[in-house]
């Protein structure tokens, strides 16, 4: 009777658990909320499925990611947006999206300098001859430039940031067409004079050039076998020649597509990447460039395999940077975006699912989420751009890429629209865990402020000022300054609190000509808690003792 007493509570007991498990579960409750922020996984089911791959982690080797080293060029906004500026045939549209994107609190675009847009007919001929303008019948010829003068006009107008995409080779420079237009030149010198000649052009107006897209892929590197060693002697060819024209231009590598193929048109990406270190790459690139897509989970997807295509892939490339003398380069994320198309295969006929399927409501729920997460856990990331602002027309309606787009072509904004503006505009800047520079974005300085060569700085440039303000979340930090007279460079400790929390600060009155380096903001709270915590371990383990060996006691 005992038994059989004990045996219905127990299954009681199991069914009250397994009810508040799925109450809890289907109600978005605190376990529901826990299991979101290791899996990203919206539905119950995926989310169980999803805790065990991530305990999974426990059985691998994570990524080596130096979160505590000084990182050129992580000191950009991190909200930049891709843009298809040169498809727009009104100068009026083309202002309006630069104004949208001004008013989101967007600080940079990625723009693509199409060559096949520039250097048309042939090469050193940067007219364009491919239009009746006047409708005599006859083609009109205008300045290739015009329109990329105009973009570059209106970003400066608008306060925004270019980073210039170039890719696209135009028909002249592929002897056999059936090599593919996306191929890259017969001869890679030519690639190299069209990027000098845009940097040319832009100097002192463009700081920032990626060279080339996805060269690990299908279609991007024509209809031939992808190959890591060509991409690099493009890369380095073009580094060399665009630091003659300015050496404070930054090239940013090519963002290599997240896959897992190995065949000859489709090379996982962790493969090529070593591939271009073990070719020389290292010393021809000033930032990493990744694409940063969440696929089929949410930005909070922790679950860590080489295999898995989530948001957070990128800390594999990381790793691969730290093993191969790079932990001082930042990377950025080119393309970053949840796929909100329809569920409908009749509807979008090309790619279907390929990037995951999201409603408009997550989407504009998640980027948010993921530019966050990067903010707090990733001081190596530099700018972000979401993947895209708006296309000219809908005619790619059928494909699965389109529904990335933030915009109609109509100008109508979209959830993720608003989502980003208000986040973005409600967000105010701070410094989170890491190495900072004096001059990141988060950071406030006077108008007197001036970045200056300063010997034995962490990449040789420092700011130099009387005073700084910023936000920081963390329990302290430090900064790497000199004053003047001094001897070397001196780390000093400004703060330090029991645990990490969101503080303004104020750095008055240093000395004139005062030069700060960087600004380190770190996270103790878990070594301040230990001694409590260990304090009340060891308190409950002996009152346990006491009470079993009591019971043992009474028992005998």
């Not at 210039?164 to 593919?180: K, V």
């Not at 856990?377 to 933030?406: C, H, L, T, V």
């Amino acid at each position: 009777m005992r038994n059989r007493l004990l045996l219905i509570i127990t299954l009681l007991a199991l069914l009250v658990g397994a009810v508040t498990l799925a109450l809890d579960l289907r109600g978005r409750g605190p376990l529901w909320n826990a299991l979101w922020s290791i899996t990203g996984e919206e539905a119950p089911i995926a989310q169980l499925r999803g805790a065990v791959e991530w305990l999974g982690n426990l059985t691998r080797p994570q990524p080596r990611l130096a979160a505590d080293v000084p990182v050129d060029h992580a000191d950009v906004t991190p909200y930049g947006i891709n843009t298809f500026l040169q498809q727009e045939v009104e100068v009026a549209k083309r202002e309006r999206i630069l104004q949208m994107i001004a008013d989101a609190g967007f600080g940079m675009i990625r723009q693509q300098f199409p060559w096949e847009d520039i250097e048309i007919h042939g090469r050193g001929d940067f007219t364009d001859r491919r239009n009746d303008l006047n409708g005599d019948g006859q083609p009109d010829t205008i300045s290739a430039w015009d329109k990329y003068d105009n973009i570059v006009e209106l970003a400066d107008r608008y306060g925004i940031l270019i980073q210039a995409r170039l890719d696209n080779p135009p028909a002249w420079t592929h002897a056999d067409p059936a090599i593919g237009s996306f191929a890259p030149p017969d001869d890679v010198q030519d690639y190299v004079n069209y990027a000098v000649a845009v940097a040319e052009r832009y100097r002192g107006r463009i700081h920032y050039y990626q060279i080339w897209n996805e060269p690990n892929i299908y279609p991007e590197w024509g209809e031939q076998a992808v190959d890591p060693q060509a991409y690099t002697d493009l890369l380095c060819r073009t580094y060399r020649a665009l630091k003659a024209v300015d050496p404070s231009i930054v090239v940013i590598s090519a963002p290599l597509s997240p896959t897992v193929s190995l065949d000859s048109r489709n090379l996982n990406d962790f493969i090529f990447l070593q591939r271009m270190y073990d070719a020389g790459a290292g010393a021809c690139f000033d930032v990493m460039a990744v694409q940063g897509y969440g696929f089929y989970s949410g930005p909070t997807d922790r679950r860590m395999r080489t295999l898995t295509l989530n948001f957070a892939r990128h800390l594999y490339v990381r790793d691969l940077m730290v093993a191969n003398g790079d932990a001082a380069k930042s990377i950025w994320i080119s393309e970053a975006a949840w796929n909100a198309q329809p569920e409908d295969p009749s509807v979008v006929t090309s790619q279907y699912g390929s990037f995951g399927i999201v409603t408009e409501e997550e989407a504009a729920r998640y980027m948010p989420l993921g530019y966050q997460r990067a903010l707090e856990e990733w001081p190596w990331i530099g700018n972000i751009a979401y993947w895209f602002f708006k296309r000219a027309a809908d005619y790619e309606r059928s494909q699965a890429f389109y529904y990335f787009r933030m915009v109609e072509p109509d100008f109508t904004p979209l959830p993720i629209y608003d989502s980003m503006k208000h986040y973005i505009t409600t967000q105010p800047p701070a410094l989170y865990p890491g190495v900072h520079q004096a001059e990141d974005w988060a950071v406030r300085l006077p108008s007197s402020a001036v970045r200056v060569a300063a010997e034995g700085a962490e990449f040789g440039l420092a700011v130099e000022t009387t005073s700084l303000r910023f936000d920081y979340v963390g329990t302290g930090f430090s900064l790497r300054l000199r004053e003047p007279g001094a001897a070397g460079w001196e780390t000093r400790l400004y703060a330090e609190n029991p645990t990490a929390t969101r503080i303004s600060t104020e750095i008055l009155n240093l000395p004139a000509g005062t030069r700060v380096d960087s600004i380190t903001v770190f996270d103790r709270t878990a070594q301040n808690r230990f001694p409590w915590m260990a304090a009340v371990a060891v308190a409950l383990g002996l009152t346990a003792f006491v009470l079993i060996d009591a019971l043992r006691r009474r028992t005998r």
